[in-house]
């Protein structure tokens, strides 16, 4: 069974045009949810971590928030350089395992 | 500066063939981790470790060894076990404690079968 589902697979959007990419997740116990974005052929760059609901961060362009089943990453106006997968991990419990969802490749067209 | 440096970059490997794979830390973190990459499957985990001297397989470890001699390194080999290993590999490190503690990732070794 998936611990961590990321919808919408791929998302394309116009410059400037707002949306979210969600990030599901049946573990027990969260103990921190990740947010990474990737570039083709490079590795996951860190962007946030989330620790409790009702947490929110943010960083230019992107704010990512946590409820106890979910969290989002909201994209406000974005631009072509902000194309990329978007990653999420969650880890639970008491291990240091991290368990990835299959991301969401975003294309922002100018 | 201070991160992760996975060698080589492209690797190109023989059929019957064991190869490693070189990841290198200096951000004094006790965990580090391996990843396989495919496309459409996401990130799985193939072996990961705690401590010095300490490893424990992930999901996927069939097929690949890893040794953890050194705090700063943890070298993945693929050996000819592994029928299918053309894939994206990454290489990752965190600190460890009560909280969750994010991953750091190297820069990922190619690595094809010809």
């Known amino acids: 069974e998936d611990q961590v589902t990321q919808s919408p697979e791929a998302l394309r959007l116009q410059e400037g045009e707002s949306s979210s990419l969600n990030c599901s997740y049946t573990?027990?116990?969260?103990?921190?949810l990740f947010w990474y974005r990737q570039d083709p052929g490079k590795g996951p760059e860190f962007l946030f971590t989330l620790y409790s609901a009702g947490e929110e961060k943010e960083k230019e362009r992107l704010k990512a928030t946590l409820t106890k089943k979910e969290s989002f990453l909201h994209i406000t106006a974005p631009k072509p350089e902000d194309s990329a997968t978007y990653l999420c991990?969650?880890?639970?419990?008491?291990?240091?395992?991290?368990?990835f969802g299959t991301g969401t490749s975003l294309t922002v067209i100018p | 500066d201070g991160g992760i440096t996975q060698s080589p970059k492209y690797l190109f490997r023989k059929e019957g063939q064991n190869v490693t794979l070189s990841c290198e830390q200096n951000?004094?973190?006790?965990?580090m981790y391996w990843y396989r990459q495919d496309p459409g499957q996401g990130l799985r985990l193939i072996y990961y470790?705690?401590?010095?001297?300490?490893?424990q397989k992930g999901d996927i470890a069939e097929g690949y060894s890893v040794s953890r001699e050194k705090k700063e390194s943890f070298p993945l080999t693929v050996t000819s076990a592994q029928k299918n290993p053309t894939a994206f590999y990454l290489c990752?490190?965190?600190?460890?404690?009560?909280?969750?503690?994010?991953?750091?990732f190297g820069q990922g070794t190619r690595l094809t079968v010809v």
């Open positions: 951000l004094n973190h006790d965990a």
């Open positions: 573990v027990s116990g969260l103990r921190g």
């Open positions: 470790s705690q401590i010095v001297n300490d490893f």
């Open positions: 990752a490190s965190s600190t460890q404690g009560q909280g969750g503690t994010e991953a750091f």
């Open positions: 991990a969650v880890q639970e419990g008491t291990g240091n395992q991290f368990y």
